[in-house]
């Protein structure tokens, strides 16, 4: 359960090549510790590479590298307005450009990333991890596959491999891609100064719109964790104006409204997410819950529970959302099997954290302890699931540690959930 904690010392080394770069580049180019603001930019405009690509290939319809490049836009309009729609379209370009033939004969190879790649989006990591290795024995040099990669031992919880794969991505090509992996693996092990300052130069170096929304992102969701609202406020709204449509960060604006007492602006924020994506239907639904609007939070739920059969219709191996909403909102039982069995596909600290939660809603609180131990000495500075691990503490009748947990919950961050902020100072209030 320390593995992480074990291992990522060694991220001082991965980090290597980072620190030079950063103390030899050129002044005003990865010196600065604060991005100043977002670069002049045009528009960002993916829906008119998606236009072009797909224009390209009415007049080329055999150019494998343009049926890759069109699956990688895909891709990067799923993320940035969280719509899984977009993965199918992406897996059709990407087998397009699988079936062609190349000048030796072998796939595409950015193909063959970009099918990881899209296995990662869709929580298939396994998957994710036959597409990388695949195209590492063809290409080994070919840096985003170590994305593909890091990204899915990380989700297995096989934080050796992830961290081995990420050394070696550094030390091919430290990039925005690396510099922001790394983050999170700093983030991981509790390294908040760190994971932020290799956000602020992924920031800088940023080429898009997109990708600078994407850093700011991450800034936002760093600075979320940490318990600081107004900066992670002013990160999502510095993605929003790089990039107006980025829907993680509105929902993230959102949630640091909420934090802040500004509810009306967080229920539009919301609301405007939830209208383009699915993804914060159950955040949304809790916020309206905890304002005293039942009606509205169970409107939110039911569209999550209709999109969640559509989703397991279609083969999405994922059960960790729905996992999390039967164990806050439905049937614990539930829970605890969709858990059980996301836990046997992939072993992560959120995985480890979601099923210790659903065991002690189900009454099972000895075993909840240690799934809920793992993924608290595992997960870095969370605060969820410090919370959750003083909860099953108090199940349990320990009520000094449950206090010493309940209380760094809300050390690191207060505003954490809003009804779990709330029961968490009920129940200190009840032991003081």
């Known amino acids: 359960m320390n593995r992480v904690r074990r291992l990522l010392p060694l991220l001082g080394c991965v980090l290597l090549g980072c620190v030079l770069l950063t103390l030899y580049a ?12 977002p670069p002049a930019w045009s528009p960002f405009d993916l829906a008119g590479s998606i236009e072009d690509a797909q224009s390209r290939l009415r007049r080329h319809p055999d150019d494998a590298a343009v049926w890759a490049s069109l699956g990688d836009l895909y891709l990067e309009q799923a993320r940035r307005t969280a719509d899984a729609a977009y993965y199918a379209k992406a897996q059709g370009a990407f087998e397009r450009s699988l079936r062609l033939p190349t000048g030796d004969g072998e796939p595409y190879i950015d193909a063959v990333i970009g099918m990881g790649a899209l296995a990662n989006g869709r929580h298939d990591f396994a998957g994710a991890v036959r597409w990388g290795e695949r195209a590492r024995k063809a290409a080994p040099y070919r840096w985003p596959l170590y994305g593909v990669l890091t990204d899915a031992y990380l989700e297995l919880g096989q934080y050796e491999q992830a961290e081995s794969t990420l050394r070696r991505m550094l030390d091919g090509r430290p990039d925005l891609a690396s510099f922001t992996r790394a983050a999170r693996l700093e983030q991981l092990r509790g390294r908040i100064e760190p994971a932020r300052k290799l956000l602020h130069r992924a920031c ?11 850093c700011q992102w991450q ?4 600075a979320w964790h940490d ?37 009306d602006q967080a229920l539009r924020d919301y609301a405007t997410a939830v209208a383009r994506s699915p993804s914060y239907v159950v955040e949304y639904g809790e916020l309206l819950e905890h304002l005293g609007d039942r009606d509205g939070a169970k409107r939110q739920y039911a569209v999550f529970a209709a999109h969640s059969r559509l989703l397991a219709a279609s083969g999405s191996p994922d059960r960790l959302p729905m996992g999390l909403f039967e164990a806050d909102h439905g049937d614990p039982d539930a829970a605890v099997r969709h858990l059980r069995a996301e836990w046997q596909r992939r072993r992560s600290v959120e995985v480890a954290d979601a099923l210790g939660w659903a065991l002690h809603r189900a009454g099972r609180h000895a075993e909840a302890a240690a799934y809920a131990t793992r993924a608290d000495q595992a997960g870095g500075r969370n605060a969820l699931f410090a919370y959750h691990r003083g909860e099953i503490e108090h199940a349990l009748g320990h009520a000094a540690a449950a206090c010493a947990h309940l209380s760094r919950a809300l050390s690191i961050n207060p ?11 009920a129940l200190l209030a009840a032991t003081a």
């Not at 800088?204 to 994407?214: K, L, S, V």
């Not at 800034?219 to 760093?222: D, I």
């Open 26 to 37: 050129p002044e005003g180019v990865l010196r600065r510790d604060e991005p100043p603001g």
């Open 204 to 214: 800088e170096i940023a080429g898009d719109p997109g990708e600078y929304a994407f």
């Open 415 to 425: 505003h954490f959930s809003p009804g779990g902020a709330a029961r968490a100072r």
């Open 219 to 222: 800034l936002g969701e760093l």
């Open 227 to 263: 318990g600081d609202p107004r900066g992670a406020r002013t990160a999502y709204a510095q993605a929003l104006a790089a990039d107006p449509e980025h829907v993680p960060s509105r929902a993230g604006k959102a949630r640091a409204e909420a934090a802040l007492g500004r509810t």
